[in-house]
């Protein structure tokens, strides 16, 4: 085709296009970039919710630890209410132990010393009327009794908490030094009576007669 045909083919085609003015293709421009950023901050915001921060970790929400439950307390044993005092068969025991000793003349100084509770029980007494004839110890075995200590009285004679159990009983006994007046021995021992069986031992010596007991005048 020779150079005026196509011009005149050239010509012909262009008017055949519409028309374009500026707004319109400046309008479609803008659009078109306003879709193109919207596109790209959606993109933008799925990236954030997919990849991990700049810590490299992905961040987990840690979970409540679970409380842990106390675990109830035992209930506490009711502890048995300590019995006080003697029980009726008791002092019925201790009532016959001092009848006994009467009966053989003397009187008891201390009923507390009778230990019902214990196998070897004793109580201390005096000759009935004779207040410087000084003591003795009146022993049981149980309810029954079982003997004294020794055959002659002391000024001075008690029952020591040290070195008393349920089958033994400590006696202190005054012993009188060079020098003491009577009835104030300034010394004192300590002898332990045993059972042996049902047999009453003394466990350490008693003190001689002379060096228990010195009656005082008047």
């Known amino acids: 085709m020779d150079p005026e045909a196509r011009r005149v083919k050239a010509e012909r085609d262009r008017r055949r296009l519409p028309h ?5 293709v400046w309008a479609r421009r803008i659009a078109g970039l306003l879709g193109t950023a919207a596109l790209l901050g959606v993109g933008v915001a799925s990236a954030q919710m997919i990849l991990p921060d700049s810590g490299g970790e992905p961040v987990i929400a840690s979970e409540p630890s679970p409380t842990a439950t106390p675990k109830p307390k035992p209930a506490k044993k009711a502890s048995k209410p300590k019995r006080k005092g003697l029980t009726k068969a008791q002092k019925a025991a201790r009532a016959e132990a001092i009848a006994e000793v009467r009966r053989q003349g003397f009187t008891t100084l201390k009923d507390s010393d009778y230990n019902p509770r214990a ?31 020794a055959r002659a009285n002391s000024s001075i004679l008690r029952v020591s908490s040290k070195g008393t159990g349920k089958r033994q009983v400590a006696l202190s006994y005054g012993v009188y030094a060079p020098g003491d007046p009577p009835g104030e021995p300034s010394e004192r021992k300590r002898v332990r009576f045993k059972l042996e069986g049902e047999l009453l031992q003394p466990v350490d010596t008693i003190p001689l007669d002379n060096l228990r007991l010195q009656r005082r005048r008047g």
Do not use: H, S
């Open 20 to 24: 374009r003015n500026g707004p319109a």
């Open 119 to 149: 196998t070897l029980r004793v109580l201390i007494a005096r000759p009935v009327g004779d207040a410087a004839g000084g003591y003795r110890a009146f022993f049981f075995l149980r309810d029954r009794f079982i003997g004294n200590d």
